[in-house]
């Protein structure tokens, strides 16, 4: 398995589905090679269809990673 390096560029976000309601899942992404919005055709269990998930923020305090200590 790979380490993870604290130094990389990679941010985390979150994708939100169409209504706006739905965080479900979160994925990293480059910020230089794709500056522009994510969106990628997710399933949503809620909903029990493929919707088109889009790219959010993900500053909420509880959804933060932080560093584990060794």
């Known amino acids: 398995m790979a380490k993870s390096n604290s130094k990389s560029k990679r941010k985390l976000v979150g ?3 169409d209504d706006g309601k739905t ?3 979160y994925t990293k992404k480059n910020p230089q090679n ?3 919005k994510l969106a990628l055709k997710k399933y949503n269990p809620k909903t029990r269809q493929h919707e088109l998930m ?3 923020k993900k ?3 509880r959804n933060v990673v932080k560093n584990k200590k060794h």
């Open 59 to 61: 500053n909420l305090g």
């Open 23 to 25: 965080r479900i899942y």
């Open 15 to 17: 994708l939100v589905s």
């Open 34 to 36: 794709t500056p522009d």
């Open 54 to 56: 889009t790219e959010t």
